[in-house]
């Protein structure tokens, strides 16, 4: 079987029915084969001579116009938003437990004592008062009654007088010190007074 040639160099195809004898064989042609045949050289001509295809063309999307208005643009590259510090939390604070009751019973008594001792020192200020008071009564009664007897000596019991005097400026804190002066100072104004009238009677 013989290979037909490209289209344009083939001769004519033979009629319908066409008989070509080789030798012993004989090789029938249909007209069906034929017309296929001439098909397929087109098919091939075609493909040889095709155009290629046009490219499409991506069309970008037209940018916006300016209407005097400004877009907000996107950040780039915008950090991760830090996230805030929750507020400080305020605890209660616990009470101090109690001391322990023998700690509490120990405080007591001692302030017992000291509320004690404090009122017995009241009471004697209170009777150191008194008894400086009487103490300075009697020293002047004494003086008054000196000055009044009938019959004065010119310098009766002047010793026992200037060591009360005495006594007393020394002892101002304390004039109880003083009460064995004054004692010596009364005995001798009484003497001088029982001695002042024994004289005036003599008279």
Do not use: W
């Not at 991760?80 to 001391?99: G, N, Q, R, S, T």
């Not at 322990?100 to 150191?128: F, G, N, T, W, Y």
């Not at 101002?172 to 005995?187: G, I, N, S, T």
Request: proline fraction near 15%; glycine fraction near 4%.
């Amino acid at each position: 079987r013989r290979t037909p040639s490209k289209a344009s160099t083939r001769p004519p195809p033979p009629p319908a029915g066409f008989l070509s004898a080789m030798g012993d064989y004989t090789i029938r042609i249909s007209t069906s084969l034929i017309e296929q045949l001439a098909r397929d050289d087109e098919k091939q001509v075609k493909r040889r001579t095709r155009k290629p295809k046009p490219r499409k063309v991506v069309e970008q999307p037209e940018e916006p116009q300016d209407n005097g208005r400004e877009l907000p643009t996107e950040p780039k590259g915008s950090p991760a938003p830090v996230l805030p510090f929750p507020p400080p939390m305020y605890l209660p604070v616990a009470p101090a437990p109690p001391p322990p009751p023998p700690v509490i019973q120990e405080v007591e008594a001692i302030r017992a004592v000291v509320v004690e001792s404090e009122k017995v020192l009241e009471k004697l200020q209170k009777k150191e008062a008194t008894m400086r008071e009487e103490l300075t009564k009697r020293a002047k009664e004494l003086h008054d009654k000196e000055f009044k007897l009938p019959y004065q000596n010119p310098s009766p019991c002047t010793d026992e007088r200037a060591g009360c005097a005495e006594c007393y400026r020394s002892n101002v804190q304390d004039p109880l010190k003083c009460a064995e002066a004054v004692k010596r100072f009364e005995a001798c104004v009484r003497m001088a007074r029982r001695g002042g009238t024994t004289m005036g009677a003599a008279q």
